[in-house]
């Protein structure tokens, strides 16, 4: 199943090599405080992770950590935990407040830098040429990194344009691999493309069984834009940890509410970023691997949209 290749240039191949050293070995990592046990049951850590290919060529892992409002100790901890089980893709943004914290989770992990995938994004405030540059540099130094895998304009406010020039420039300098957005609709991101020189690769979207975000699915992917679901769990709202047509669904393939979210999204092309700060559901969320929804499961979870957003507040 890890070889399928889908029509949008999706690849399924070997991301990460550290993966299988961590399942071999037991490492303690004593850092600033922490002790990590990097590998702890070695059955459940993943040595491979599938990757999207963006429009760029760059690798993109398929599953990957968020951090909305993990902050301090904890945030520290799940990072560096994340990574010890497998995860590449870290996802943070100026406005999380935590990319001191996230920056050190990952100099805690000991990993490599270019095994790492590190997301981070461009607030509104922030938001014009100059001001781009000087948060793409505060971002940098918070997190401890000489350049970021991926940078998000957050949201299509303020001067857009402005700020997407000044993303081109960094990605051009090579202080960027791939440059993309977050919450553009269709027609904001056709916009964007009249003055772009440098395609989008990713615009993350709010997307989870409750708001399938079809019409954008779509678009996203015959503009070759690879879509990435925000809030892969609706954070649970709604009742999706516990929701009885998922937990049928799942019980047929001994898995959790979770995985079976997360796998229709993996069957769909779409990149996610679950967070959790508990270890156990960090290895749940990675095993989704090992079995694949059927078209009956898909057309099931099809009839949940309820085609809208879970979080009014942020509209
Ligand atoms: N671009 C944007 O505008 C935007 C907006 C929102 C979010 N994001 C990004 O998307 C990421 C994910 O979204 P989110 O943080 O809102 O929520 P989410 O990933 O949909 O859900 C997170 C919640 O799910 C729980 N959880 C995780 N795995 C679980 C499992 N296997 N079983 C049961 N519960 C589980 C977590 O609790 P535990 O900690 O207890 O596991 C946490 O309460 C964010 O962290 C952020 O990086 C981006």
């Not at 407040?97 to 997301?119: A, H, Q, W, Y």
């Not at 202080?175 to 056709?190: M, Y």
């Not at 779409?270 to 694949?292: C, G, W, Y």
Request: hydrophobic share 35%; proline share 3%.
């Amino acid at each position: 199943m890890n070889e399928k290749k889908h029509s949008n240039g999706i690849k399924r191949r070997e991301f990460m090599q550290t993966g299988a050293l961590f399942a071999a070995t037991a490492i303690f990592l004593p850092l600033s405080g922490y002790q990590i046990l990097a590998a702890q049951d070695s059955s459940k850590t993943i040595s491979t992770m599938p990757t999207a290919t963006l429009n760029n060529g760059l690798s993109m892992p398929m599953i990957g950590l968020g951090t909305h409002s993990l902050k301090g100790d904890i945030c520290v901890r799940s990072v560096a935990e994340a990574i010890s089980v497998g995860y590449r893709l870290i996802d943070t943004a100026t406005v999380y407040g935590n990319e001191e914290f996230v920056g050190e989770g990952i100099k805690l992990s000991g990993i490599p830098r270019d095994e790492l995938f590190v997301t981070s994004k461009l607030w509104v405030s922030d938001s014009g040429y100059e001001t781009t540059k000087q948060a793409f540099e505060t971002s940098l130094t918070k997190l401890g990194l000489e350049y970021l895998d991926l940078y998000l304009i957050h949201r299509p406010r303020g001067d857009v344009k402005g700020t997407w020039k000044a993303m081109e420039d960094l990605y051009k300098e090579g202080r960027i691999k791939a440059i993309g957005l977050s919450n553009f609709e269709p027609d904001q991101l056709d916009e964007l493309l009249t003055y772009s020189t440098v395609k989008p690769t990713v615009n993350q979207i709010e997307s989870h069984v409750y708001f399938q975000q079809h019409k954008a699915h779509d678009y996203l992917k015959q503009k070759q834009v690879q879509m990435e679901a925000w809030s892969p769990f609706a954070a649970g709202r709604n009742g999706m940890f516990t929701n009885p047509i998922l937990a049928r669904i799942g019980k047929k393939y001994n898995k959790s509410n979770a995985q079976v979210c997360l796998r229709w999204h993996y069957q769909r092309d779409v990149v996610t970023i679950p967070r959790s700060s508990q270890k156990a559901h960090m290895v749940e969320n990675l095993d989704i691997f090992d079995f694949e929804l059927n078209e009956a499961d898909m057309q099931t979870i099809a009839t949940l949209d309820l085609n809208r957003t879970q979080f009014p507040e942020w509209s």
